[in-house]
């Protein structure tokens, strides 16, 4: 820890969302700027929080028997052209490599910038019978893509991601595949990142570079902007036939497969940070904090009899679950005053505090852990049995997690308005911004018009939305969805 | 599985041991190779087993609390070129991006060939005061080497590895570091790969790039080539004031810190296959089998008899050691005939095997236990019972680690040979390969010339070695030393 953050360097979210943001990734040591533009460095704190991650949708996708694997960042860049709506789309993001060993390389070389073209070249060497499908393969990695616009964590030019492959018999079984990929990242916002997310399915212009479906998640960020927060494919067959991956079926005839990819990346967590966060900094939510309660000792008389007290309280809630072993920490060390630390507790988001004096050591004060969060309620422990203070740390931390998915859905639900007409729609993405249901006939052009004049863009069409009977908000020609609307971050 | 696979395609070890290689790593879907040249899949068999190095060495480095973190893969050339002995050695291997975002770039961006210069760059903005000291980072990522010579594995153009960055106040303070970060490899050689290896300090010219001093971990490859396993440096104090990593003291100078990085890479794995395995191919040391035990049924009549009691085996190891679980299969699909089963278990050195056939189910034929390696007895359950056959299980992997471990050491003990003049040294080098103990004056000359005549380049002196009086093996002048010696991989 470093004396020199405190809670005057932080801008407040009301005043300046964006100065804001800039300050708790930097100041709560989350990330910092790398010496390529563009480019991240995820600090340990910030790291810990990808580990967290990789653990829970590791457990997720090995149940499903997906694999990890392993493939080349370097990628020839003949092999992106074989798939021209894929390279069409990458192009104006690629890092080439051209010089290799101190010569001018015979071929332009890639850092990929996803992994589907290599994987289908491997995969055409790998699969030969019906009986290798279905193959489900992730991988953990680093890419990298020329972005314009950068932002810690939201867009970098090279960022973490797992990204899923899989090769099916039929296109049902790559739907199914796909949409369950959505339903693991839906659960993660839940479950891990205490976030409500929208999904459904992109329009033919949003799609990814290829894709014959894409399904997304899409985010609420508080500035009334939309963030799309993870997405899978339904890839088109061309993909295989491209590539040559083909099987003999049971009766030996040649067939092309049915692919699916979906990534989620180290952007997720730019929206936890996002929405979670407060005026004190990142409000981390605590399945995802690596460390869940620290403990804070005031310093005075009686020094020795308060660290003894905090260390029991440590290894009472070590010895009530495993799980606090290595996420409780005792702030004991001399490296900077009492209300610094509490300050920095606040700043780095960790979910629970108890602080430590002479009165809660001598019984004259009950020990109270503090939440994060403020409307999560104070809890005091009397007993300060294993059992009491086990018991109501948990139940906080459950209470935080509920509260701020909460907290989190009522704004996401408040901010989705539907337009009856374009007057309407642009009303409200000049005044509220949010998403906006409205109906829309489907032509791109009239997507590329509003987008021009609004700056809004489809994010998605809600899975198994039913057909109505409605006009488009632009054409006024006829329309059978509500569309989702917002301005992209 | 894919029944294409079978004993038949395995050169055997003792007849070409390269091609043997070769044949082991793709047939046993280890890796394969990527399109661009050196470049290697890592399939998912293969990258299961650095999952148990990552998980292993994890718990290690957290102890000490060592944190995890990623720094960009992105180096413009200047921050390479801060460091004149660090450029000089890294840039006949570099891969340089000079185009992005579909525009030429202004100055050229390296793709990290390791990351000593972007992480001291960034610890010039984290540290200040003796308070922020040590530092203790890891990252595990992908780096790349253009490589003249590559072979899976051993040599890859992009290969995965931890590298370990710390930085401290003393240089006594980063020399423990190195030795210990030293120590964790050897263990890890040893309780994950059942292998020993030989610990000792690098040559001058053997360093590596910018380092002052160079710790190393060989190995002894069964061709008698020495390969070097993973290396620790301590790296000279010009890199912190290069890169302007400084620090005030408790006085209030201002000092430089002392660095040291230390690594180990997929590298590692190659040399697992290639001593362990044998002429039906790889061996996996129990600890690092992602499979510890397959159960194999005998098809034919009563097969619904013998799958029922083939899960039950199963489900009682699972219940006697919840880390069987995932770790133990039934392989009862109707992809291969018993003896093609029986091959592939072997190709891919899973550790123990059960069969299971009609004579099993009735009690008139033992349930045995069979040792991958042939010289690990087999053992015979006679009661069936959780207690039993658990502990029978892991008697024999425990067995099968020791053994393993045992002759390795052996191959490895037989084959340091002691040369008393350089007749002597070229005979051994001819004939037996595998280390020479010689004396040698330290002179980069001899080095040099016994390297040009010998292909022998010194490997390491052990530590702690004692100062002798003898004259170089080369020139005949006063040597302290006893230095090893071995040809390169």
Redesign the interface.
């Known amino acids: 820890m470093?004396k020199?953050y405190s809670k005057k360097l932080l801008t407040p979210k009301s005043q300046d969302f964006s100065k804001w943001y800039l300050d708790v990734v930097l100041n709560a040591k989350l990330a910092?700027y790398?010496?390529?533009r563009g480019?991240?460095?995820?600090?340990?704190y910030?790291?810990?929080l990808?580990?967290k991650v990789q653990d829970y949708f590791n457990s997720v996708i090995k149940k499903d028997e997906v694999?990890?694997?392993?493939?080349?960042?370097?990628?020839?860049i003949s092999?992106l052209r074989k798939e021209k709506k894929h390279i069409e789309g990458f192009?104006?993001?690629?890092?080439?490599?051209?010089?290799?060993?101190?010569e001018k390389l015979e071929e332009?070389?890639v850092?990929r910038p996803t992994s589907e073209t290599?994987i289908y070249?491997?995969l055409s060497?790998?699969i030969?019978s019906w009986?290798?499908l279905p193959v489900k393969?992730n991988q953990w990695?680093?890419v990298?893509r020329?972005e314009?616009r950068t932002l810690p964590f939201l867009r970098t030019?090279?960022f973490?991601w797992q990204e899923g492959h899989t090769i099916h018999e039929t296109s049902e079984e790559a739907k199914e595949m796909a949409l369950r990929a959505l339903t693991w990242y839906k659960d993660l916002y839940k479950s891990l990142y205490s976030l409500p997310v929208l999904i459904g399915v992109k329009s033919e212009s949003e799609k990814f570079a290829g894709a014959s479906v894409t399904y997304t998640v899409e985010s609420l960020l508080p500035d009334g902007k939309a963030l799309q927060s993870a997405t899978s494919h339904i890839l088109e067959q061309n993909f295989a036939k491209n590539f040559g991956v083909s099987y003999q079926d049971k009766e030996g005839v040649l067939k092309y497969p049915y692919p699916t990819s979906w990534g989620l990346s180290t952007r997720s967590l730019g929206s936890v940070v996002m929405i979670h966060g407060d005026d004190n900094g990142l409000i981390l939510p605590p399945k995802l904090a690596p460390i869940k309660l620290v403990i804070i000792p005031v310093l005075g008389k009686d020094d020795e009899k308060v660290f003894t007290f905090s260390k029991k309280i440590k290894e009472l809630l070590e010895k009530y679950d495993s799980a606090f072993a290595g996420s409780v920490e005792l702030w004991d060390q001399d490296?900077g005053s009492f209300g610094w630390k509490v300050n920095e507790s606040e700043l780095m988001g960790i979910p629970l505090r108890i602080t430590v004096g002479p009165k809660e050591v001598a019984g004259e004060s009950p020990l109270t852990i503090t939440c994060r969060v403020k409307d999560v309620e104070s809890e005091e422990v009397s007993q300060k049995t294993l059992k009491e203070i086990g018991e109501k740390v948990e139940k906080m931390l459950e209470k935080e997690h509920a509260f701020l998915y909460e907290k989190a859905e009522k704004h996401l639900e408040e901010n989705i308005r539907t337009a009856k007409n374009y007057e309407e729609f642009k009303n409200i993405m000049n005044k509220n911004k949010g998403f906006i249901k409205a109906f829309w006939c489907e032509n791109p052009q009239c997507e590329a018009k509003i987008k021009e004049e609004t700056k809004a863009t489809t994010r998605l069409l809600p899975l198994g939305a039913k057909e109505e009977s409605g006009h488009c908000i632009y054409c006024n020609s006829k329309a059978k969805h509500l569309w989702y609307f917002a301005q992209s971050s």
């Open positions: 470093d020199a910092d790398g010496p390529v480019t991240m460095v995820l600090r340990p910030g790291y810990s990808w580990e694999k990890n694997a392993y493939f080349p960042s370097l990628i020839p092999l192009s104006p993001e690629l890092a080439v490599i051209t010089i290799g060993g101190g332009e070389i850092v290599i070249l491997m060497k790998w030969s009986r290798d393969l990695c680093n990298v020329w314009k030019t090279e973490l490296n």
